[in-house]
């Protein structure tokens, strides 16, 4: 079976163990997991798209308007898959899921009049790559580490932020990546806030930069940082524990292991660097694929890894942050979003040397 056909089967299957007869995805992310990476977008920071897809036992629709379906079915070609398209005047009213769902328990991706919301449970499944998304996901990470390479290593002091985050924009989307977040902190606003919106302040010595890139449906993360001049004490301090952290998460996860044991050992790590509490003041990550996160890795959590699985892990302190996307298997674990001759620095873990971004200095 191709990609389409495993991926209509995994949700048909899981529809029968739930005794699900529809189910309707309204999502961005959840059409372009159920179509092999097609977008149903138009303005890019909507959760929902200007597509739907309704999935029965036997049967597959697909519902837009007469404005979207030409591209969807010219260029993302999804009649090949299957889909019976349902097509509305752009001013009229769509064919109504409620006609065609009629005495059948209605499940969806979110709230929906008469639905289940199952969100939750979808967003497990859409963790769980294929071999086929794996391989995308290798050439999107690829991408954002040359997007961002490209960015960090343009940036020169008395730029604002705004300048850098249009330049990792700019690089990410020559690269037919949108980068869905893009967020850039400099100087004093690195240990103000952790999800820094740009601002038009001027660039002076530290500066941090954070993308999200998304194409064909998979987001991958990154952040880096880069550094004017001598690199003071306290911080290269703080850059190293969190680089030991972030290694300490990478090497705990492992297929079989529960989030919650993995998090258990990351807060101990946190303590062991001197910076306890730390880890309270931002989320520190959990499995990538259609959104940047499809859920929150939790103390205490009893969602276990899987091989295939791509982590993107962020463990912050105070000035400093480390992360990337992480591809999880049976050997051990592949950095998607590696930058080649990026400084790194060496962590040793259970004896094993595990690499993590250093902080990029500029004499």
């Not at 097609?38 to 798209?49: F, K, L, P, R, W």
């Not at 996901?137 to 249009?166: W, Y």
Request: one cysteine or more.
């Amino acid at each position: 079976m191709d990609e389409y056909e495993q991926k209509l089967g995994l949700i048909r299957s899981w529809m029968a163990d739930r005794k699900l007869g529809a189910l309707f995805l309204q999502r961005v992310s959840s059409f372009a997991w159920a179509t092999c990476g097609a977008a149903s977008y138009i303005n890019v920071a909507s959760t929902d798209g200007v597509a739907s897809l309704l999935i029965t036992p036997d049967h597959q629709y697909l519902f837009t308007n007469n404005i979207e379906a030409p591209r969807l079915e010219k260029e993302e070609k999804l009649p090949d898959q299957g889909w019976d398209f349902r097509i509305a005047p752009w001013n009229g009213t769509k064919d109504t899921v409620a006609g065609l769902t009629r005495g059948l328990s209605l499940a969806s991706d979110g709230f929906f009049p008469g639905a289940l919301d199952v969100s939750s449970e979808l967003a497990r499944l859409r963790a769980c790559l294929s071999s086929e998304e794996v391989a995308r996901f290798r050439v999107l990470g690829a991408l954002c580490a040359q997007a961002m390479d490209a960015a960090i290593h343009a940036v020169k002091p008395s730029m604002t932020e705004n300048a850098i985050t249009g330049m990792l924009a700019g690089e990410a989307e020559k690269c037919a990546v949108q980068a869905i977040v893009n967020l850039i902190a400099t100087d004093e606003r690195i240990y103000d806030y952790r999800h820094p919106l740009p601002t038009e302040k001027k660039f002076e010595r530290y500066a941090m930069l954070v993308l999200c890139g998304r194409h064909r449906g998979l987001v991958c993360s990154l952040t880096r940082f880069v550094h004017f001049g001598r690199l003071p004490d306290e911080l290269r301090r703080r850059a190293e524990a969190v680089a030991r952290i972030d290694a300490t998460y990478i090497a705990s996860t492992r297929p079989g292991q529960t989030l919650g044991a993995i998090f258990e050992q990351a807060v101990a790590a946190y303590a062991a660097a001197g910076f306890a509490e730390e880890w309270q003041r931002h989320h520190q990550g959990g499995p990538a694929g259609y959104e940047p996160r499809e859920y929150l890795a939790t103390p205490g959590s009893k969602e276990i890894v899987a091989s295939g699985q791509v982590y993107a892990w962020n463990p912050t302190i105070t000035g400093s942050k480390s992360e990337d996307s992480v591809l999880i298997n049976e050997n051990g674990f592949e950095i998607l979003s590696a930058i080649p001759g990026w400084p790194m620095v060496k962590v040793e873990v259970g004896g094993r040397i595990i690499e993590r971004p250093d902080i990029l200095i500029v004499k």
